[in-house]
């Protein structure tokens, strides 16, 4: 069989968890998927750990994920980037070998690593592969990104199969299918399907929250597997916290270190993280409340601003783990209504 690339418009619109998912379905119909991403973006990347432990692969990580470039590092001689690319193609001929197709996961998105020559659409043709683009649907201009994405890759022949919608909002799923269905059918992209914008699918856990934010685990660290799908920031009077913090399930609660009461607050509420901001070390009641109540807490350096700018400028995803049973049914579930078969068939 042939394989699947799974590129994206934007960045962090749910790839990583959406190729484990795939991964994951065709398994259970008897097909042996593996897992490949070419290029990772930083030395600490989990999702080729995630599929390792996932899929049972064998493979060494370094082959699973075998060439690693920051935008540090966009200044390689040429002679780097040849010994990246045959990097790339001697760990895919090895996977590829060992599996009925492999679900090859794209870095960041479709024009990372362009001006180097190791984008996707310089990657692609070495994969036989058909491709499948991830473009966020949060609302109707996104919808754009579809258009730019197959402009970019037809510019050097390369069709793109099938586009998904990810993270759309359930109150506008429906106007968003039939304008995309349109729209898309005007260009010749099929529209594969719509995953929802819902916490138990898409929402990051403490773990993953505290790697994107660059955090400190102070208490609660046996209860990083909490589910955050939302942000509060405590930046009121005592008298009007409890209400505050109640509007809310499942948060994580942004706090200056300096305000130990608040944060204790918050843990009388549904909440699933502390973040203190400012790198204020908290007394000790703030951290046995934390162990008493499953609350982790995580100290950063950088003010409340930071930290909420950091979060709303590049939401941060969740990704399938072994120890998330429930959210692995829940995708399963979604696959449902996703038209993969065809895709399937096309690649026998």
Same mark, same amino acid.
């Given at each position: 069989?042939?394989?699947?690339?799974?590129?994206?418009?934007?960045?962090?619109?749910?790839?990583?968890?959406?190729?484990?998912?795939?991964?994951?379905?065709?398994?259970?119909?008897? #097909?042996?998927?593996? +897992?490949?991403?070419?290029?990772?973006?930083?030395?600490?990347?989990? @999702?080729?750990?995630?599929?390792?432990?996932?899929?049972?692969?064998?493979?060494?990580?370094?082959?699973?994920?075998?060439?690693?470039?920051?935008?540090?590092?966009?200044?390689?001689?040429?002679?780097?980037?040849?010994?990246?690319?045959?990097?790339?193609?001697?760990?895919?001929?090895?996977?590829?070998?060992? =599996?009925?197709?492999? #679900?090859?996961?794209?870095?960041?998105?479709?024009? =990372?690593?362009?001006?180097?020559?190791?984008?996707?659409?310089?990657?692609?043709?070495?994969?036989?592969?058909?491709?499948?683009?991830?473009?966020?649907?949060?609302?109707?201009?996104?919808?754009?990104?579809?258009?730019? %994405?197959?402009? *970019?890759?037809?510019?050097?022949?390369?069709?793109?199969?099938?586009?998904?919608?990810?993270?759309?909002?359930?109150?506008?799923?429906?106007?968003?299918?039939?304008?995309?269905?349109?729209?898309?059918?005007?260009?010749?992209?099929?529209?594969?399907?719509?995953?929802?914008?819902? %916490? @138990?699918?898409?929402?990051?856990?403490?773990?993953?929250?505290?790697?994107?934010?660059?955090?400190?685990?102070?208490?609660?660290? /046996?209860?990083?597997?909490?589910?955050?799908?939302? =942000?509060?920031?405590?930046?009121?009077?005592?008298? /009007?916290?409890?209400? *505050? *913090?109640?509007?809310?399930?499942?948060?994580?609660?942004?706090?200056? %270190?300096?305000?130990?009461?608040?944060?204790?607050?918050?843990?009388?509420?549904?909440?699933?993280?502390?973040?203190?901001?400012?790198?204020? +070390?908290?007394?000790?009641?703030?951290?046995?409340?934390?162990?008493?109540?499953?609350?982790?807490? #995580?100290?950063?350096?950088?003010?409340?601003?930071?930290?909420?700018?950091?979060?709303?400028?590049?939401?941060?995803?969740?990704?399938?783990?072994?120890?998330?049973?429930?959210? #692995?049914?829940?995708?399963?579930?979604? *696959?449902?209504?996703?038209? =993969?078969? %065809?895709?399937?068939?096309?690649?026998?």
């Amino acid at each position: 069989m042939r394989n699947i690339y799974v590129t994206s418009s934007q960045e962090r619109v749910g790839k990583s968890t959406f190729c484990l998912a795939l991964a994951l379905r065709l398994k259970k119909e008897g #097909i042996k998927a593996g +897992y490949f991403k070419p290029v990772s973006d930083k030395d600490e990347d989990t @999702d080729a750990s995630h599929a390792k432990d996932l899929l049972k692969m064998e493979e060494d990580l370094s082959v699973i994920n075998p060439v690693t470039i920051s935008q540090w590092e966009y200044d390689m001689e040429n002679e780097e980037i040849e010994q990246n690319l045959k990097k790339i193609k001697d760990s895919f001929k090895l996977l590829n070998g060992n =599996y009925d197709l492999l #679900i090859i996961e794209d870095c960041r998105s479709m024009s =990372y690593l362009s001006s180097i020559k190791l984008s996707s659409r310089e990657l692609i043709p070495h994969f036989d592969t058909e491709v499948i683009m991830l473009t966020s649907g949060q609302d109707e201009t996104h919808l754009d990104q579809f258009v730019l %994405g197959e402009s *970019f890759f037809n510019d050097v022949g390369i069709v793109v199969y099938a586009g998904l919608l990810t993270l759309v909002p359930l109150e506008i799923m429906e106007r968003i299918r039939s304008l995309a269905e349109r729209r898309l059918e005007e260009h010749d992209i099929k529209l594969m399907g719509i995953i929802p914008e819902k %916490g @138990d699918l898409t929402a990051p856990n403490v773990t993953e929250l505290c790697s994107a934010i660059g955090g400190r685990v102070l208490s609660g660290s /046996n209860f990083m597997d909490n589910i955050v799908e939302d =942000y509060l920031v405590a930046a009121m009077e005592m008298d /009007n916290a409890l209400k *505050f *913090f109640r509007r809310s399930i499942n948060k994580a609660v942004i706090v200056g %270190g300096d305000r130990p009461a608040l944060a204790i607050a918050a843990m009388e509420t549904d909440t699933s993280a502390i973040i203190l901001t400012g790198g204020i +070390y908290p007394p000790t009641t703030v951290l046995a409340t934390s162990e008493d109540r499953g609350i982790p807490v #995580i100290l950063v350096q950088e003010d409340t601003y930071s930290v909420v700018q950091k979060l709303t400028q590049a939401p941060v995803q969740g990704v399938l783990t072994v120890t998330q049973t429930e959210r #692995i049914e829940e995708w399963d579930k979604i *696959f449902d209504s996703i038209e =993969y078969r %065809g895709l399937i068939e096309k690649l026998k």
